[in-house]
Nanobody
């Protein structure tokens, strides 16, 4: 089992940057592919990015490609999401999640563990 705690959210102007971090407890962090999801007000939660156990494979949603980068540090049990060129439509609660399947997944139901989320607000 793994517990996840996100941090780094906040208020930023359009065009700005934020870096989200997710700290994981437990010794099995490197056993999980990790992902970031977000949920805007009144909308369903959606996939943002995912990274493999070793960190050598990543996949990001088309809506954030070229602007967001996911990375991880298995020695520190952390996964990060660097967000650049932020837009108002990036506003939402961002969640870190852990997935056990071998392949990278974008479906929420493939992720067994979730953090509590961190709020990101991008003003125009």
């Amino acid at each position: 089992q793994v517990q996840l705690v996100e941090s780094g959210g906040g208020l930023v102007q359009a065009g700005g940057s934020l870096r989200l971090s997710c700290a994981a407890s437990g010794r099995t962090f490197r056993s999980y592919n990790m992902g970031w999801f977000r949920q805007a007000p009144g909308k369903e939660r959606e996939f943002v990015a995912t990274i493999s156990r070793s960190g050598d494979s990543t996949y990001v949603a088309r809506s954030v490609k070229g602007r967001f980068t996911i990375s991880r540090d298995n020695a520190k049990n952390t996964v990060s999401l660097q967000m650049n060129s932020l837009k108002p439509e990036d506003t939402g609660v961002y969640y870190c999640a852990a997935s056990a399947p071998d392949l990278l997944r974008i479906e929420m139901n493939e992720y067994a563990y979730w953090g509590q989320g961190t709020q990101v607000t991008v003003s125009s």
